[in-house]
């Protein structure tokens, strides 16, 4: 890319290339394209997308997106992408730390609940055209961000790297050749403090610009620690981003970028939720283990927000990169190049075992990833019978993790199997370890494009394609050690076997923490498409259907693999997963009516996914391990809906929703549900009787059930009511959300069912000029909910919880400048 800037400079320097064309407009990035006969001309409340990588009416734009202001962002508190959720009924973002994190829309996109680092998400996150390759950044606060814009379906035909599921667009402000600045200041309960500030100048007239913003959020935690009398769940977040535009030529910019964010909260902790029943023999379970060991916890009721997890706990991130990204109008075209190099840094320490007890004393995999990417995009300009987008997408990553797991002295009696002669003697699992290192290195690259023929003025067909190369390489050792009065040894994948043989303390330990070594490899190509037929009845209803072929790239397993039948090696035919393949069918309605006082966009999907990727179980070794696989096929189908009601200056009002039916069609090895887990391996497939202890397959087939982590209704309403006072205006404003239940494991499970619930939010102010100050109250009725459920290891019943924010307050005052 940077030995093409001078080309680019050589030749905008001389304006278009088409002699015949007037001159292109000033810092034309992304021009508007002219006019169509049968559109509706811009007006002032009409919002401004680049979903098609064009800047483009939003109404116009024949793809289910929704939009979302930097104002309304703020206002609504909505100041990361989880919070994002909360506006857009089709979107789950799911996190139980940084790494451990997950954005998903109509519930597709990543496996739920897992890490692996050697798979892809289905959603794209892209900041200023940058692809973001670890979705952990999507956990830091927003800065000066313009909007946001979230596409629904697969978009791999405009966007560099291919996404099945869709894509989060995010925008920030860009630097002005006029001077402005903002500031703003939070606080409320918990000890919130949030400042936030951005300022933009001119270094040169006309030519040069610069931009800075920065943000600082610091808050108590809202979970108490009685084991360390600490506050957990804390907040502690700074970011910095700066931007430099150059107006090389009247029709060439290039705007360089560089950004850093740390976070370095006293979190993420999962505790006490509830129990439940498993196969495991009773006094294996979570009642009689605890009661064994004079435990109990500091209370049952999870919403006290008390535990007393006795392990480090922390979750420091750092992201940071530089981009430059140049857009040249070449007249009959616009140009636009990406490049970007970013890295993050994970530092990270949890309580796994979830209790005050040390059973899992260490549990942490520190990670560093650092990525390339180089997009290049041709976009016809002008309003023609056919226009177009051509690209070409590179992206390079690399990912090392060293993890670490060491158990305690209680990890005997609670982890091994109740047959076990060992299972009482804590020096057998005292102080073993795991420590794992994990490379994972990937390489993709892609050609992408998409026509719109205007076969009439009205009647548009949009057709897609790309082809997509990706090769992915890893290397995954495990190597488990021992040091205590009664044993002393190192294991590694090549001396195992020998070890097995030396007696049952030591297989027990082994099978607890398995040494493994293995280097898995994937590459595949793959051909995707689609197609979208879009009809303008007049210029405020707008009616489009879309077919796509799309796929998510298959992957490899760096978790650890299942062994073979004496443990002693990695079955390595499950080192690859293949890749997803998505049918996807879409109608939808764009429509406004009474002069474009209400808005009410409609979207009906269905998706059809084969070998999508899942968390599946082994059935042919003795040691249950979980890894990642396919699963034959899973359906997803909905309907979903935006709507907006403005009928004066002084009132508007929202109101959106998701009907979504997510279901596995064919899941016939998949991990079994807790009340189900922990009994005799030899019932492999079989069905055991009701309420028989002991008993209980390794695998089951859920084909049938819910996918985990999404509601089957989901809204989102709210609006603003203002009134002139003293020159300016006095506002109050709502904003809700609702989800039904949905289910917080792989395997529904009724101990890990969510219970629906519905969150309001209040605001009230006074906005004057450019200074604008108001209170505001979140989980205004102070409900009590979960965000995630898990199950402890052990299949011991015990169900550990992740539970939201209690009700927060406080006042943002914000001035501009």
């Known amino acids: 890319m940077f030995a093409t800037i001078p080309f680019l400079l050589a030749t905008a320097a001389l304006g278009p290339l088409d002699r015949t064309d007037p001159p292109a407009p000033p810092a034309a990035a992304n021009p508007v394209p002219q006019a169509d006969p049968q559109a509706a001309p811009q007006s002032e409340g009409d919002i401004i997308v680049t979903a098609r990588r064009r800047d483009e009416r939003l109404q116009n734009v024949p793809i289910a997106v929704s939009v979302l202001s930097g104002d309304t962002i703020s206002n609504a508190g909505a100041f990361n992408v989880n919070r994002l959720q909360t506006l857009q009924p089709s979107l789950q973002f799911y996190s139980s730390n940084p790494r451990n994190s997950a954005i998903n829309i109509r519930g597709l996109g990543a496996p739920f609940g897992l890490t692996n680092d050697g798979i892809e998400q289905g959603v794209g996150l892209y900041i200023d055209q940058v692809y973001i390759g670890r979705v952990g950044a999507s956990t830091f606060d927003f800065v000066d961000v313009e909007r946001v814009e979230v596409l629904r379906g697969p978009q791999g035909t405009l966007y560099g790297k291919n996404t099945t599921a ?34 933009s100048a001119p270094i040169a007239a006309d030519t040069l610009a610069v931009r800075v913003s920065t943000s600082v959020t610091k808050r108590g935690g809202t979970i108490y620690d009685m084991a360390t009398g600490k506050n957990l769940q804390k907040q502690d977040n ?22 850093f964010s740390l976070q370095n909260p006293y979190c993420c902790v999962q505790y006490y939720a509830r129990v439940g029943t498993t196969q495991r023999p009773l006094n294996r379970q979570y009642a009689a283990l605890a009661n064994a060991f004079g435990y109990a916890p500091p209370s049952t009721d999870p ?17 940071g990169g530089v981009s430059l990204v140049s857009s ?145 390489s890893g290397f995954y050792e495990s190597v488990v050690s021992i040091r205590n009065a009664r044993y002393n040894f190192v294991a590694t994948a090549d001396n195992v076997a020998a070890l097995l043989a030396s007696g049952a303390a030591v297989a027990d330990q082994l099978n607890t923490l398995a040494p493994q070594r293995y280097s898995p490899r994937f590459s595949a190509w793959n051909l995707s498409g689609d197609l979208t037929l879009s009809y303008d009845f007049n210029p405020d209803v707008h009616l489009f259907a879309t077919y796509a072929r799309s796929f998510k790239s298959g992957g490899i397993n760096l978790s650890g693999l299942p062994l073979n039948s004496t443990n002693t090696a990695v079955d390595l035919t499950k080192a690859t997963v293949a890749p997803e393949k998505v049918n996807h069918f879409e109608f939808g309605s764009k429509t406004q009516f009474f002069n474009r006082r209400v808005t009410f966009n409609l979207a009906a999907f269905w998706d059809d996914v084969h070998d999508y990727q899942a968390t599946v179980n082994n059935g042919q070794t003795t040691v249950i391990r979980g890894y990642l696989a396919n699963a034959g096929l899973v359906r997803v189908r909905g309907i979903e809906f935006d709507s907006s009601f403005r009928p004066n200056q002084r009132l508007s009002v929202y109101f959106n929703g998701a009907f979504t039916d997510a279901r596995y069609v064919r899941f016939r090895n998949a991990p079994c549900p807790p009340e189900l887990s922990g009994g005799n391996p030899a019932l492999d497939g079989a069905t055991p009787a009701a309420g028989t202890p002991g008993l209980s397959p390794l695998v089951c087939d859920i084909s049938g ?103 927060t307050y406080g006042v943002t005052l914000r001035v501009g400048f």
């Open 166 to 199: 869709g894509a989060v667009n995010i925008t920030t402000r860009t630097p002005s050749l006029s001077p402005d600045a903002t500031f703003e200041a939070s606080t409320g309960n918990y000890g919130l403090l949030q400042l936030k500030a951005s300022g």
């Open 705 to 807: 059930q819910i996918l985990p982590g999404i509601s089957k209704w989901a809204f989102s309403f709210g609006g603003e009511f203002n009134q002139p006072v003293a020159g300016g205006q006095a506002y109050i404003g709502y904003d809700g959300s609702y989800r039904s239940k949905f289910s917080s494991n792989p395997s529904r499970s009724l101990y890990t069912d969510i219970a629906g619930y519905s969150l309001s939010n209040l605001r009230a102010g006074f906005r004057k000029d450019n200074w604008n100050i108001y209170g505001w109250v979140r989980n205004v009725f102070d409900k009590d909910y979960f965000e995630l459920l898990s199950t402890q290891s052990g299949s011991t019943g015990l169900i550990v919880g992740q539970p939201g924010d209690p009700r």
């Open 328 to 472: 040249w109008d070449a007249g009959f075209a616009t140009i636009t190049s990406v490049t970007a190099w970013r890295y993050w840094d994970w530092k990270p320490a949890n309580d796994r075992d979830f209790v005050g007890l040390p059973i899992t004393t260490v549990s942490q995999n520190p990670s560093q990833q650092k990525q390339f990417s180089q997009e290049l995009r041709v976009g016809s300009n002008g309003s023609g019978k056919l226009n177009y987008t051509l690209g070409a997408f590179f992206f390079t990553q690399n990912i090392d993790t060293q993890g670490s797991q060491v158990q305690g002295p209680a990890a005997s009696r609670w982890l091994l199997n109740p047959t076990s002669a060992n299972a009482n003697n804590p020096l057998v699992l005292d102080g073993l370890t795991s420590t794992n290192s994990i490379h994972f290195s990937n390489q993709s690259f892609a050609l992408f494009g998409k026509l719109n023929w205007a076969v009439t003025p009205r009647f548009h067909v949009q057709p897609g394609l790309r082809v997509n190369y990706d090769r992915k």
């Open 238 to 259: 700074f970011s910095v981003r700066g931007q430099l535009l150059w107006r090389a030529a009247p029709s060439l910019d290039l705007t360089l970028s560089a950004d």
């Open 303 to 319: 919403f006290d927000r008390v535990t007393d997890l006795d392990a480090t706990i922390n979750s420091r991130q750092e992201v």
